[in-house]
């Protein structure tokens, strides 16, 4: 079992900057690819950024690409999501996301199947 905690979210100007952090519980987790969800009001849950167990691969969808940064530290088992130049349309609740191995095989690291999430965290970017 891995329990994820998410911080740092909260109500920022459009062009600015938020880091939002998740930490998991348990000595397992640089076994798990980490991945960062959000989910707009009326929308369905979309895929923001994820990172490889060692930290060397980074993927990211379109629409946050070259603002958003995905890092993890895991000798804190913490991973983080900078996000910087935030919109409008930025504004969701964020969920961390742990995808074990065999999931990883099944979708990939950036598909949906993500076998343990935290509760999430509102970020709202105002115009």
């Known amino acids: 079992q891995v329990q994820l905690v998410e911080s740092g979210g909260g109500l920022v100007q459009a062009g600015g900057s938020l880091r939002l952090s998740c930490a998991a519980s348990?000595?397992?987790?640089?076994?798990?690819?980490m991945g960062w969800f959000r989910q707009a009001p009326g929308k369905e849950r979309e895929f923001v950024a994820a990172i490889s167990r060692s930290g060397g691969s980074t993927y990211y969808a379109e629409s946050v690409k070259g603002r958003f940064t995905i890092s993890r530290d895991n000798a804190k088992n913490t991973v983080y999501l900078q996000m910087n130049s935030l919109k409008p349309e930025d504004t969701a609740v964020y969920y961390c996301?742990?995808?074990?191995?065999?999931?990883?095989?099944?979708?990939?690291?950036?598909?949906?199947?993500?076998?343990?999430w935290g509760q999430g965290i509102q970020v709202t970017v105002s115009s």
């Open positions: 348990g000595r397992t987790f640089s076994s798990y690819v």
């Open positions: 996301a742990a995808k074990g191995l065999a999931s990883v095989v099944a979708d990939g690291p950036a598909g949906p199947k993500y076998d343990y």
